[in-house]
C-alpha cells in the first residue's frame, strides 16, 4: 500500500494535539501505517521526527504541571502519581522514588 509521507505527518501531528499523547508508540496507533513504515518515512533526528518528538514533549510537560497543581490540592495522590510517573523524566523518576 502506498501511504503519502505529508498526510501521515499531518494525521501525526493532529493525533498528538487532539489525543494529548506522550509517546511514539501512541503515535503510530493511531496511524494507518506500520511502525516500520512511520520510521521509514520519519528516521531518527530528522526534522520531522523531532518536531514530533517537540510535540510529545510538550504534552508531557502541560500533565505534569496540571498534575503537580492537583497533588498540591488532591486526596486521591496516588493515582495521580502513577500517570506522572509514567511520563516522567529519568531525574523525575528518581526523584520521586
Same mark, same amino acid.
Given at each position: ?17 487532539? &489525543? ?6 501512541? #503515535?503510530? +496507533?493511531? *496511524?494507518?501505517? !506500520? ?23 510538550? &504534552? ?6 496540571? #498534575?503537580? +497543581?492537583? *497533588?498540591?490540592? !488532591? ?23
Amino acid at each position: 500500500m502506498a501511504y503519502d509521507r505529508e498526510k501521515i505527518y499531518q494525521q501525526a501531528e493532529e493525533a498528538i494535539k487532539k &489525543n494529548n499523547l506522550f509517546f511514539i508508540e501512541d #503515535i503510530v +496507533a493511531f *496511524l494507518p501505517c !506500520s511502525k516500520p513504515t512511520f520510521y521509514d518515512f520519519f528516521p531518527k533526528n530528522s526534522n520531522e521526527l523531532n518536531t514530533l518528538k517537540d510535540l510529545l514533549e510538550d &504534552n508531557k510537560i502541560k500533565t505534569k504541571s496540571s #498534575i503537580r +497543581a492537583k *497533588l498540591w490540592k !488532591s486526596n486521591r495522590a496516588s493515582e495521580l502519581l502513577a500517570l506522572y510517573r509514567l511520563i516522567a523524566t529519568p531525574e523525575e523518576h528518581q526523584k520521586l522514588n
